[in-house]
């Protein structure tokens, strides 16, 4: 099986999707900013939502399940870039090995 050409930008757009809708009802609960930050947030999370069913997968959970290992990396590169907080060796082995069991669900080959 080859990997479809739109599966990873989806699911990276995805993945910013989803952590931009949910750090703005962290930031909102969390770090006491206005409640105005969830209406982007929610806007958001419907595009999170709507780009991951574009997934190029016979089966909603598979996607889901390929699209975490996605979601775990762009997390780390979020941490580091809005947050300031640099990814230690732990955090960069744990996505190695998520991106490698997404690869394995995304690529395993399935029977007909």
């Not at 909102?28 to 999370?45: I, Q, T, Y």
């Not at 990396?73 to 580091?80: E, F, G, R």
């Amino acid at each position: 099986m080859t990997l479809p050409a739109m599966t990873f930008p989806v699911f990276a757009a995805a993945a910013l999707a989803e952590i931009a809708g949910c750090f703005s009802f962290w930031a909102w609960w969390r770090l006491g900013k206005s409640a105005l930050w969830l209406v982007p947030g929610v806007v958001s999370l419907a595009a999170f939502a709507w780009l991951l069913a574009q997934a190029d997968s016979d089966a909603a959970g598979r996607a889901y399940a390929a699209y975490g290992g996605v979601y775990i990396c762009a997390s780390l590169a979020w941490l580091w870039a809005a947050e300031g907080v640099r990814p230690d060796g732990f955090d960069l082995a744990g996505a190695a090995i998520c991106l490698i069991g997404a690869a394995v669900i995304l690529l395993g080959p399935r029977a007909a």
